[in-house]
């Protein structure tokens, strides 16, 4: 009968990287250059919750974001669909009655909805709705890496580390929690919204495009992430902040450096975003000691690590002031991992 209806529904924790993952050596096993580490954000302020529904009765693809209906035209939700349909396994609903084959999926469309308890901010939900996809497609895949790499490090809170192995077949490649999340718990992250107007170019071509063509990105993955991993380690450990701040800024200008050294360059900050850097560098160094480690991934969306409460609430407060948000100042909203700063 053409009256069914297959749900599923999931939940997933953001994670923003403080050591880079850029460049794959492997595409389809999704297998990096270089470890990685990351802060996974607390769900109860930055998450997204996904649907996914298949069902005969749906002729085309379709997807809403916070209730929203978005184009699904785009080369990179089609790929990203087709990858995961190509993974797609049986999946039998005993109740229902439903039996889908591997190669039914072919022909079946979805329906994904999609709400972030926080105003969207392009590069930091995708791997939500993937997360859903391959659940409701019996995606036989247990490293927590289907179509974003970088999410497999969502399955932990706190610091975790997403070590790149050496097999051929990725069995060694897995994330690693590092301490959880109460080990630093006076960090606070504040993420500025940045409107932006070009098209971002999607991890996975950015990626290969860098891979092929910069000639940092091997000096960065052999020589300079290795070195950087095990301080970052350090001072994770001993929650050795200005030592933390050095190397998270450091690693998101490397990494938006290689995009530049890319041919053709890839931009993922813009001015605001140029804007910010400043104003957090010139800060840092007014105040002797760190105040703020700012990242950047995949677009312009600053993303702003603050020693503790008071440092966080009087970033807020020169934001606020230099770039409140407008259409002038290019800014969109300001999120923030901890609620009670806003009281
Ligand atoms: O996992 P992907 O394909 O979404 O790539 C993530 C890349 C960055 O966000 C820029 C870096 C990272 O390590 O998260």
Partial sequence: SQKWVLMVTAQTPTNIAVIKYWGKRDENLILAINDSISVTLDPA?????????????????????????????????????????????????????????????????????????????AGLASSAAVYSLA???????????????????????????????????????????????KHWDELVIIIAVVCSRQKETSSTSGMRETVETSALIEHRAKEV????????????????????????????????????????????????????????????RSEGTPQVAYTFDAGPNAVLIARNRTSAALLLQRLLFHFPPNSETDLNSYVIGDKSLME
């Fill in 135 to 181: 659940k409701l497609m019996n995606v036989q895949e247990d490293n927590g890496r289907q179509g974003s790499g970088s999410a497999c490090r969502s399955l932990y809170g706190g610091f975790v580390k997403w070590v790149m192995g050496k097999e051929e077949n990725g069995s060694d490649s897995i994330a690693v929690p590092l301490v959880d999340e």
């Fill in 225 to 284: 992430v290795p070195k950087r991993i095990i301080q970052m380690e350090e001072a994770i450990q001993k929650r050795d902040f200005a030592t933390f701040t050095h190397l998270t800024c450091a690693d998101s200008n490397q990494f938006h450096a290689v995009c530049l050294d890319t041919s053709p360059p890839i931009f993922y900050m813009n001015d605001t975003s140029h804007r910010i850097i400043g104003c957090v560098e010139k800060w840092n």
């Fill in 45 to 121: 302020h930055l998450c997204t919750t996904t649907t996914v529904a298949v069902s005969p009765a749906f002729n085309q693809d379709r997807m809403w974001l916070n209730g929203k209906e978005i184009s699904l035209s785009g080369g990179r939700y089609q790929n990203c669909l087709w990858e995961i349909r190509a993974c797609a396994n049986d999946v039998e609903d005993e109740k229902k009655g439903i039996r889908i084959t591997k190669k039914d999926w072919e022909n079946l469309h979805v329906h994904v909805t999609s709400y972030n308890n926080f105003p969207t901010a």
